[in-house]
């Protein structure tokens, strides 16, 4: 797989800015849970393809612009370029939910971001900017996720809330902090930043100890639950940005965004490549230090790969204001606007409806990975996995294993790569098609994983209630397979459960 880097002394510096800065300081849910958050509500709320693009893009840009004004790779860029944009690389930056340190802290920032959010949704309807608006509710779901995998909100006593427990019981056990009473939130003990009485949390890094606070892919504590809360309250506010557009030829309109009016086809593929090549789709390693780079200790990176897309992002120079689509103007202006969220005094929420309550989370999870006779290519190497699955319609793909023929999710600080699907309780049958493939310069190859001779990838069908795995495999989880044609063949171990959650 290591073909065709970029070789100019300059862009390679930006490679090791960009592998040590963006791993280190993106400070969110991968970008992996949030496009498939952010998809799989948007879908059930009647959003189109196209539509679902445009926001998941506008999602990641507030990564982005974190992750590209960091100290290292800032300074590798155009003086003349970055001073444009000086300002947006610290609005950027202050997104999140980060660094709040007292339930009165958080409190007021939901409360400055309900205002603002609603301030510049009504304005941008007045004005009739259907792509504005759609920016807008990407670059604020960004930050409404984040606050679960930040918090200490899904957490238990005594270090969290004990959502679901005593008084607490009747919001459900996945609550959103708007569907908690003020009175009773605000009594809580939450905070996305500890330092009291001789204890000090931070938000740490993908393998930092189990006290760190993020819960930002898999590998984390409370990972789950934290995906559990973010998606409920990801349909809560793309219900409550509706009453706050209120009008329904624009949200009609917004939710059939055509590619006439933006085509986000670029921007998304390279939010995918710069997280995925970066360890930040779906965790499993990315380098803080340049000893790390280098190092097969952080799987989840490919550092050739990674030059070429951040370079290839802003046209083939060190520009960050070079080939900037509409859709980013419209994310550098509002973090500008909008981003800034100054504080006016507490907002009360008129809430939509909750409905439906319960909902069934579906998890493929992937534990093991072994070659048996796969080959890497023309250059040889060891392999570099990954994986795609369609869950009841919705596509996924897993973050990166880089240069390891064999590889052992369970053993940490790795986890299983796991994808999430969102179904009514009543769903009594699943189905999931399951794809291993191997990553190479022009095209990706498809693992044999499946025992039948003909056939590659797995379909399966899990049932609900009774945990049992029908189709290519059966059986109770986890499962184990391997692929028996005459081509590239590899073991897989494998698992799918599922978990009930209510927000009420």
């Keep these: 797989m290591r073909l065709n880097p970029v070789t100019r002394a300059s862009s390679f510096g930006l490679l090791l800015a960009a592998m040590c800065a963006f791993a280190s300081t993106a400070s969110a849910f991968d970008t992996g849970p949030h496009f498939d958050i952010t998809q799989d509500v948007l879908k059930s709320e009647g959003f189109s393809p196209n539509a679902i693009a445009t926001t998941q893009s506008a999602n990641f840009f507030v990564d982005f612009y974190e992750f590209i004004g960091s100290g290292g790779i800032k300074k590798m860029l155009d003086g003349d370029c970055r001073a444009k944009v000086e300002d947006v690389l610290k609005l950027g930056d202050a997104q999140h939910f980060d660094d709040l340190r007292s339930t009165t802290e958080v409190a007021k920032k939901w409360d400055a971001m309900v205002d603002g959010t609603k301030s510049a949704a009504e304005d941008m309807t007045k004005k009739g900017d259907i792509l504005g608006l759609v920016t807008l509710l990407g670059m604020s779901l960004h930050n409404v996720q984040d606050f679960y995998a930040h918090s200490n909100w899904v957490e238990g006593a005594p270090t969290g809330p004990a959502l679901g427990t005593g008084a607490l019981a009747k919001y459900g056990d996945h609550p959103t902090w708007l569907s908690v009473d003020r009175k009773d939130r605000e009594a809580l003990d939450v905070y996305t930043w500890l330092d009291r009485g001789g204890v000090r949390r931070s938000h740490g890094r993908w393998d930092s100890p189990n006290d760190s606070l993020n819960k930002d ?23 409550l940005y509706q009453s706050w557009v209120n009008d329904p030829a624009t949200w009609t309109k917004m939710q059939q965004l055509s590619k006439s009016t933006f085509n986000p086809d670029r921007d998304w593929e390279y939010a995918r490549k710069i997280s995925f090549y970066g360890g930040h789709w779906y965790g499993e390693g990315g380098p803080y ?51 800034t969220m100054p504080y006016h005094g507490p907002v009360p ?9 319960t909902m069934r989370f579906v998890q493929l999870r992937v534990r093991r990975i072994e070659n048996v006779n796969g080959d890497d290519g023309f250059l040889g190497g060891q392999m570099d996995w990954y994986s795609e699955a369609v869950i009841q319609g919705q596509p996924y793909r897993s973050g990166l294993i880089d240069e390891h023929d064999n590889f ?71 499962l184990f397979v391997e692929g028996k044609g005459d081509c590239d063949c590899a073991r897989v171990k494998l698992s799918v459960s599922d978990h009930l959650g209510t927000s009420k």
């Design 217 to 239: 892919w898999a590998g984390r504590p409370h990972h789950t639950d934290a995906y559990i809360c973010a998606w409920f309250a990801t349909r809560q506010w793309v219900r």
């Design 289 to 339: 230090g340049l000893k790390e780079a280098f190092s097969s200790y952080v799987a989840g990176t490919s550092p050739d790969l990674l030059i070429n897309a951040v370079y290839e992002f802003m046209g083939g120079s060190l520009c960050i204001t070079k080939r900037i689509s509409a859709l980013r103007t419209r994310v550098q202006d509002l973090l500008r606007t909008w981003g």
């Design 349 to 357: 929420v008129a809430l939509p409806s909750s409905a439906p309550e």
């Design 408 to 478: 052992d999710f369970e053993k940490p600080p790795y986890a299983p790569w796991i994808m999430t699907k969102a179904l009514l309780p009543a769903t009594d049958l699943v189905y999931i098609d399951f794809k291993l493939m191997e990553l190479d310069y022009s095209d990706d190859d498809t693992i044999d994983i499946n025992p039948t001779k003909n056939a590659k990838d797995l379909v399966l069908g899990y049932v609900p209630s009774t945990g049992e795995v029908r189709g290519d495999l059966r059986g109770p989880s986890p």
